[in-house]
């Protein structure tokens, strides 16, 4: 079996996922590098996959927009087999399967898929070979240290979106300070009852200046 390239995994990007009482949030940084060298200050790797889900992607950006590719159609199939939105653990396993069937030849990317259906909020963190873990608060990427230290230190469960994405905003912001490989902007997501939700600039401003 090749090995996993870890610094194509590893060498830029922090993505953030929290799991809260009334939904999920979804954040990364917009830098998108090669090796040292910023190839876009404006890179998107959050990606709305239905009303009711996302992905996050890290790593090899062409292996990463592949899965999200599968993972969108293979949303949209089940929508129409079934006339209901696929679940979480669902579009995970889809993922997942993706990825361990690629062991030989990895596909180098991390990702996180989260989201809200009948059974509650779900994130799951999938690595190159297809393993799957669900977790309540957990960060991918070369600023992951930084942000989950961020995060760890004041994250509990059951608490509600709006209390705890300031949090979520801090702990990339703190990645984008310490992390070479992060930076330039953030982009975060709100996934909840209502559906897929992206904070605007002004939005993003003024949690900034309250933090």
Do not use: W
């Not at 939700?197 to 200046?209: S, T």
């Amino acid at each position: 079996m090749r090995e996993i390239p870890k610094e194509l995994v590893l060498k830029g990007t922090t993505t953030v996922g929290v799991v809260c009482k009334d939904g999920v949030i979804l954040s990364s940084d917009t830098r998108v590098t090669m090796g040292y060298f910023v190839a876009h200050k404006k890179g998107k790797k959050i990606y709305q996959i239905d009303d009711h889900l996302a992905m996050t992607i890290a790593g090899n950006v062409a292996d990463a927009q592949k899965a999200v590719d599968i993972l969108k159609a293979n949303a949209q199939l089940y929508k129409l087999s079934y006339g209901r939105p696929i679940p979480i653990n669902s579009a995970a396993r889809v993922i997942a399967n993706l990825l361990g069937s690629a062991r030989y030849a990895p596909l180098a990317t991390q990702v996180l898929i989260g989201g809200i259906d009948n059974t509650g909020p779900h994130i799951y963190m999938l690595d190159p070979l297809g393993s799957v873990t669900e977790e309540k608060c957990i960060s991918t990427g070369s600023g992951s240290p930084v942000a989950l230290g961020v995060l760890e230190d004041k994250f509990k469960e059951d608490v509600e979106i709006k209390e705890f994405v300031p949090m979520v905003v801090k702990a990339v912001n703190a990645a984008m300070k310490r992390n070479a490989g992060t930076g330039d902007s953030f982009d975060i997501v709100i996934i909840d009852e209502n559906g897929f939700r992206e904070l605007d600039d002004k939005a993003k401003q003024k949690i900034i200046e309250e933090t």
